[in-house]
DNA sequence: TTGAAAGCGGTACCAC
DNA sequence: GTGGTACCGCTTTCAA
């Protein structure tokens, strides 16, 4: 017959129900105490036609799809593909698969993007969050669907985090140059509220204020990398004679920075000192090399992906509510750009 | 009531057919030529009570998804991760989502992923493809699905393609080299039976033989990061003192022979000039900044994603079956390391 | 140990 | 113009 493979299709063909057919497929032989004879009948048959569950199917009836959503600030952005890599391969291994998107930090574009996977029914988020989303994540959360946010930390939502210790960080970072017999430093960021950015931004002025210097904070408007690089340009033009070092709070930034200090014929690190937050590869090639603080990219994508793996296989009775913030250490890789 | 809202509670709670509600929802309201009235009522409620029709269901009933499957060779490499961004964008823009995954060129994972894919009926299909899949994608055309190949030809395969035009471009490359005097030019590249490596290669040399030079070919073996290194080192070791320039077939292999020619000291473009193919960031800042061939991201996403959605909006009735083959041009960028 | 049947939430054919 | 209802393919309760 040329009619499309269905359970009921193979239920017919072998003159037995399609409960039974759906109970052996689904490993629930021994359970329900069906027949081996009868078990082996119906694989050899499901193995001879290549049959394939219809998931969607499955899915509209147990509310289960096995996608995982993931919604990253820029999937173009090396830090967020690196993620999105082993996220996805260890979901791979787990049955789940990925649907992502890139919210280029627009609050609207992911509400929407969280709505669109409402509606897929994605069994769990994996959520990188821009500025306004609380709200809407925290809706979210009082569904029964598993979230965990990384990268940055949101106070007022009830969901697990993957967070590096940004302050911390940045305050050693900065320490560093200070011990390095750097005095005038500056911090160049973005002018966001997001809390990984605030963070940085505070270790820099506590380790400013603990040594009695004094803060250069310089905030670049979210912007195309032309911009930025002119931002950044204007502001060393005005600067540079003060300035020794500089601390870029992203890696992108301090290319943009590399850029315009490269345009400026201004010696690093004879002129000024660099370090990056967020290590790249660039970094490592780049003459001189680049001082940076580097994320642990791997286990930040593994906590993430079990956290969440962990919550979905749990069952919801024993639902435990508390929400955890696992908080990773960076690495500070001194390299030629800070050397006095 | 407490219960779920869905199309029928809808239809229940207005005293109306559940049809009426469908056709109104999927603006068939004027074709059915439903009253004013009636249409008006209906959207009310289902923006009052925030209505989102389950896209399971739909999908279940009318065997249409909204979702694109996007199967890359390695969603951290910039070139498939910028694909991705501009290809999500695009996608989103048009109403279809992404489920995408990184096949590693691994063969059986690759046939996996699809399979999975079909399982999620996802409406269509954009594939970089590992060798030896031909089969399993041939089977995916001869389906109704729409299936667009990324960056490599198969000549086998039925589907569409957008590909670049490597032969040309590293004809050109390879002339550019010899027209700058350069005589004992090797060519680096991967161990790999993937058309664009076997383009790559045939232009490379064919211009060395129409220039009467003789050809000095290194296939490295698909590895880690570290690993090429050391052959590449291996084979430098050998061969600096003969050779006065290398093409690089891709930008990996590139930045390991940048790593390998800066352990041994060797000079750019001095001792060595370089040319890569694929443009990357790095190149433009390393020092000396690094001649390449650079891909067209943006027209190559958007051909694929416009392709493909063309298929997909076209009723099968006058589907026209003959399938493209887009090539882009590449952008030869000529930087430091190829001054003689 | 196995099977009948009621949905999951829509869509769309067919009837009035 | 509007409504009844079969059906997409699978899960699962309940009965036999």
Known sequence: MGKRISINSIAKHLGISTTTVSFVLNGKAQEKRISEKLVKKVMDYVEEIDY???????????????????????????????????????????????IYSSTENNTAKTKDLIDMYQDKHVDGYIIVPPEGVEEKINELCSSE??????????????????????????????????DQGFKNIAFITLNSLQSQMIDRLSGYEQAIQDNGLIPIVKEIAQAESIERQKYISAFLQRKADSIEAILFSTNYLCVSGLRAMKDLHLDIPKNIAVV????????????????????PIES??????NLLLARLKKKEADTDKIKQKIVLSTTFIVRESTSQ
């Not at 990268?151 to 200070?178: F, G, K």
């Not at 930040?300 to 992906?305: G, V, Y």
């Open 52 to 98: 394939k569950p219809n998931s969607l199917a499955r899915s509209l009836r147990t509310g289960k799809s096995n996608i995982i959503g993931l919604i990253v600030e820029d999937i173009s952005f090396p830090f967020f593909s690196s993620i999105a890599k082993e996220i996805e391969e260890k979901a791979y291994k787990n049955g789940y698969k990925i």
């Open 145 to 178: 669907k598993p979230v965990v946010i990384l990268d940055r930390y949101l106070s007022d939502v009830q969901a697990d985090h993957v967070v590096v210790n940004n302050y911390e960080s940045v305050y050693n970072a900065t320490q560093y140059l200070i």
């Open 276 to 295: 990056s937050f967020d290590d790249y590869e660039l970094f490592e090639m780049y003459s001189p090399t680049i001082t940076s603080i580097a994320q």
């Open 300 to 305: 930040i994508s593994e906590n993430a992906i």
